[in-house]
């Protein structure tokens, strides 16, 4: 039975319910305004390193985090597993994620309708503000390749490099959007809880089709 469990039970299926919850859990906070001083906490202190340098910085990588950038980084990618590669799944994988991601974003921000900041805003965006669509993008993107890469890279050292930079770009985008005063933390927050969701979720249906597809190959080899 425990053998069973474990097997039905994934470890991507535990982490998309457990960042499930926690999406849940800061929606309800938002709609039950509870969660203004968490938000109002973490914008003073991000938008106190104010500075003309940190600005351009932060520009750069809200800039890195929308819709263009990610959109030639994403065909880059999939111009490498394709033709280098000759990863057609990984392909597809990645396409879902990415556009799974980019849906369920615009339909939260449309169910939520939650209004941008408005207090030392620096930059000027149109559309609602829960759940952020950089983090969302970036989480699916970077955490998407990190995984796809991972069997790739032989050495434990480049795969915490790995690991470190994707976390870094994901990290650094959504403070960016903070910073910009374009988002609340509440909103990067589940954004990426949101992503790590779908993408824990895309995670455990990719390795459940290569598991079937192994057996079936073994099947037609017996």
């Known amino acids: 039975m425990i053998h069973n469990w474990k097997k039905n039970i ?4 535990l982490v998309a319910a457990l960042c499930m919850i926690a999406f849940i859990s800061i929606a309800l906070s938002i709609s039950d305004n509870q969660i203004h001083r968490f938000d109002d906490t973490l914008i003073g202190w991000i938008q106190g390193l104010e500075s003309p340098g940190m600005t351009q910085f932060m520009h750069l990588f809200t800039w890195i985090g929308s819709e263009m950038p990610v959109v030639f980084i994403t065909i880059i990618a999939m111009i490498v597993l394709y033709i280098f590669l000759r990863h057609k799944r990984e392909l597809l994988f990645l396409a879902c994620v990415l556009a799974g991601s980019t849906l369920l974003n615009a339909l939260l921000k449309l169910v939520f309708q939650r209004a941008r900041p408005t207090i030392n805003r620096i ?24 995984f ?13 490099l790995m690991i470190v930079a994707s976390a870094v770009f994901i990290l650094t985008i959504g403070i960016s959007r903070i910073y ?10 589940g954004g990426y809880f949101l992503s790590g969701c779908w993408l824990s979720t895309c995670i455990w249906f990719y390795r459940r089709h290569l598991e079937r597809m192994s057996q079936l190959q073994s099947r037609r080899l017996a």
Do not use: N
């Open 148 to 160: 796809l890469i991972w069997k790739h890279v032989p050495t434990v050292t480049g795969r915490v």
């Open 10 to 13: 994934s470890f991507p299926l």
């Open 123 to 146: 930059i000027e965006v149109s559309g609602y503000s829960f759940p952020s669509g950089h983090s969302m993008a970036a989480f699916s993107l970077y955490g998407g390749l990190a």
């Open 180 to 189: 910009l005063g374009v988002h609340y933390p509440s909103d990067i927050v």
